[in-house]
């Protein structure tokens, strides 16, 4: 497939496996690490347990071991979920749901593209609304106001949000459950990225004491180097649970007990070892490599994401007098893949406003980060002589 023809983010991820430096995709690639490696030793052991507890008990010791990295106790206890091999069939679920409630979604934007095309593919209505309405809670009566006047009866929200590591604190989320709830809107919350969160709360416990009918995914696949072995929590309140299990069961009997057990084990190291010195010390490291890199370039970190503490960066590139496709397209002459902004932009991605950024994934082995980083300071350098014209309106929305 030509760059040309590329249409979705993950046309640009496909393209970036076979890329000498793949910052493209948000899969959890990173090295193993002193913490992990026992487990991958210990592989045989694993086998066994999963063969001998069978599938319910490997579900709920999958589902125990990530409410306890969670910290949700509500989780913990907690019958109303399924556990799917990947997000994506999470979402699909959710899609198949929503189209079967015939129910009107406002999805957030900017957010990974394919929850959007999923929920069309599933022929349900969906509508964007700017991540800045959910995130700043002096928006949420704005917020409220644009799903009435859009016949919204769902909010579809991903927190933290890819690409630009915006998280709700536990009061804006509180409130956006308690809005939901007055106004019988179903809040469905795409949680991937819960574990780069260093301000995590048990927001199980506010949906649950807030009544509001729900649904949430999880997924293990951002986090831990299991080179694409992963598992999706789907957890719902329990007035969504017979139709959202009758669609499970049309598409699965279970996930695969061993990929649990696997996951389990991560789970609980993780758990004993803490999410700092397993995780985050890795991507604290590349985010300092890659703000190296770009140092003094016009490639800065996107307006409201310097704090991010997301496997990925969200960087903008109006300064470079260059769009995002532009900048991929050099990029990947040199060998290195990222993805274009504009995708994320799932549902105004032909406003220039919104070609002017770029996404790079952090999560990936030592050697690929250097050899990436390296190709993107030779790019930041060689562009850096004279000063570009501007060729985007900036939009507000970042
Ligand atoms: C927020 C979010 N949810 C779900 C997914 C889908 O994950 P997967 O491709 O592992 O199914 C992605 C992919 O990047 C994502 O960013």
Not at 179 to 185: H, L, R, V
Not at 263 to 282: C, I, P, Y
Not at 287 to 314: C, F, M, P, Y
Request: aromatic share 8%; with cysteine; hydrophobic share 45%.
């Amino acid at each position: 497939m030509s760059f040309d023809e590329m249409q979705t983010l993950t046309d640009f991820e496909v393209r970036g496996l076979a890329s000498h430096a793949n910052l493209a995709d948000g899969h959890a690639y990173q090295d193993l690490g002193g913490h992990f490696t026992g487990i991958v030793t210990q592989l045989r052991s694993i086998w066994a347990t999963a063969a001998k507890y069978g599938i319910p008990e490997t579900n709920d010791r999958f589902k125990k071991a990530f409410a306890r990295l969670a910290q949700s106790e509500t989780l913990g206890r907690s019958a109303n979920y399924t556990i799917c091999p990947t997000a994506s069939n999470s979402i699909d679920i959710v899609a198949a749901f929503l189209k079967e409630c015939g129910r009107r979604t406002a999805l957030i934007e900017p957010t990974f593209d394919n929850l959007a095309l999923l929920l069309k593919r599933r022929r349900a209505p969906v509508m964007a609304i700017p991540e800045e309405f959910v995130f700043d809670a002096d928006r949420h009566v704005d917020l409220l106001r644009l799903l009435r006047a859009a016949h919204c009866d769902t909010l579809f929200v991903v927190n933290p949000n890819n690409p630009t590591g915006k998280c709700l604190s536990r009061e804006a989320f509180e409130g956006l459950a308690i809005m939901c709830a007055n106004a019988s809107i179903l809040l469905i919350i795409d949680s991937s990225f819960r574990f780069y969160n260093r301000s995590a709360f048990d927001d199980y416990g506010v949906l649950e004491a807030t009544g509001v009918s729900f649904l949430m995914l999880e997924d293990t696949g951002k986090v831990f180097p299991t080179l694409d072995m992963k598992a999706s929590l789907l957890s719902y309140s329990t007035d969504n649970r017979d139709l959202i299990e009758e669609i499970y069961k049309e598409l699965y009997l279970c996930s695969s007990a061993f990929a649990l057990a696997v996951l389990t084990e991560f789970l609980d190291v993780t758990s004993r070892v803490g999410l700092g010195a397993s995780v985050w010390t890795t991507v604290d490291k590349h985010r300092d490599l890659l703000r190296n890199a770009i140092a003094g370039s016009q490639l800065v970190v996107a307006h409201g994401s310097a704090k991010s503490t997301l496997s990925v960066e969200w960087l903008a590139c109006h300064e470079t007098g260059k769009h995002d496709l532009e900048i991929c397209s050099e990029l990947i002459r040199r060998g290195l893949a990222v993805l274009p902004g504009r995708l994320f932009y799932w549902a105004s991605a032909d406003s220039s406003a919104r070609q002017a950024h770029i996404r790079i994934s952090l999560m990936k082995p030592e050697r690929v980060v250097a050899a990436g980083l390296e190709r993107l300071r030779a790019f930041c350098q060689s562009s850096s002589t004279g000063s570009p014209a501007k060729v985007f309106e900036l939009g507000a929305s970042a």
